[in-house]
């Protein structure tokens, strides 16, 4: 069984003058490159593992 982690963040307020569509594929270009960094990530709020 495969478990799955989900983050949610808090995006910076600057994050507003993006299309939702410009910061998915932004976040999802930083998130596939190491060392891991999360763009436009102001606070860490929840992670919660989930079996699948």
């Known amino acids: 069984m ?4 989900v ?7 600057e994050s507003e003058e993006k299309t ?14 190491a060392p891991l960094v999360i763009p ?3 606070q860490l709020e929840k992670v919660e593992i989930i079996e699948s």
């Open 40 to 42: 436009w990530m102001k």
């Open 2 to 5: 495969a478990k799955k982690a």
């Open 7 to 13: 983050i949610v963040v808090t995006l910076v307020d």
């Open 20 to 33: 939702n569509e410009e910061l998915e594929k932004e976040i999802f270009y930083e998130l596939s490159k």
